[in-house]
């Protein structure tokens, strides 16, 4: 079975995940990066914007062999 890495990028700064998780399909995987960007994003829910600001979230997938798909959130916060 194929193992898939799930790193975090939060307006540029990245967390690279050095375990993975093996994962049947691409299906799996999809439904398994978005509930990352998810589990992501609650975590980021409690930290103040500022006025004016952008954030910039994603899950990158990869495996062995490189880029698998990347799933990505952007907030804008209005003046």
């Known amino acids: 079975m194929?193992?898939?890495?799930?790193?975090?990028?939060?307006d540029g700064a990245v967390a690279?995940?050095?375990e993975g998780?093996?994962?049947?399909?691409?299906?799996?995987v999809q439904a398994e990066a978005a509930q990352a960007l998810a589990d992501f994003l609650g975590e980021a829910a409690?930290?103040?914007q500022q006025d004016g600001s952008t954030l910039r979230?994603?899950?990158e997938?990869?495996?062995?062999?490189?880029?698998v798909l990347r799933v990505g959130y952007i907030f804008r916060?209005?003046?």
């Open 2 to 10: 194929p193992k898939y890495y799930f790193d975090s990028c939060d």
């Open 16 to 18: 690279v995940d050095e």
């Open 21 to 28: 998780m093996e994962l049947s399909s691409l299906a799996a």
């Open 46 to 48: 409690h930290e103040p």
């Open 57 to 59: 979230m994603a899950v």
């Open 61 to 67: 997938v990869r495996d062995n062999k490189g880029p």
């Open 77 to 79: 916060r209005r003046n």
